[in-house]
Nanobody
Framework: VQLQAYGGGSVQAGGSLRLSCAAS????????MGWFRQAPGKEREFVSA??????YYADSVKGRSAISRDNAKNMMYLQMNSLVPEDTAVYYC?????????????????????WGQGTLVTVSS
């Protein structure tokens, strides 16, 4: 499974962005997809996920973000609104596929065994 994230950019606080993640390869094996982010000097952290037919959000983005998928196009999206400078980070899309990460959690890195390259989001005040 190959993943490619895009859609990042520079926005002012209060603005919106929609991140996209294109999946290719053996996508029928994917049972979980998610978004993580990594700010400079910080560890990669969970943002949002689809897993087991449900969607999940980190408290930091809940209420102002929405994850969605288009299975026909093998795409995943993250709509982010009311952006704040603390949202500045490199955003990664990830997938759990086959059985490699089935025992992991949707909110942890161990819940995913495929990662795309990141896309940078910069929010200025």
């Amino acid at each position: 499974v190959q993943l490619q994230a895009y859609g990042g950019g520079s926005v002012q606080a209060g603005g919106s962005l929609r991140l996209s993640c294109a999946a290719s390869g053996r996508t029928a094996s994917v049972y979980r997809m998610g978004w993580f982010r990594q700010a400079p000097g910080k560890e990669r952290e969970f943002v949002s996920a689809w897993s087991g037919g449900s969607t999940y959000y980190a408290d930091s983005v809940k209420g102002r973000s929405a994850i969605s998928r288009d299975n026909a196009k093998n795409m995943m999206y993250l709509q982010m609104n009311s952006l704040v400078p603390e949202d500045t980070a490199v955003y990664y899309c990830a997938a759990g596929a086959f059985s490699g990460a089935f025992g992991g959690s949707y909110s942890n890195l161990d819940g995913y065994n495929y990662w795309g390259q990141g896309t940078l989001v910069t929010v200025s005040s």
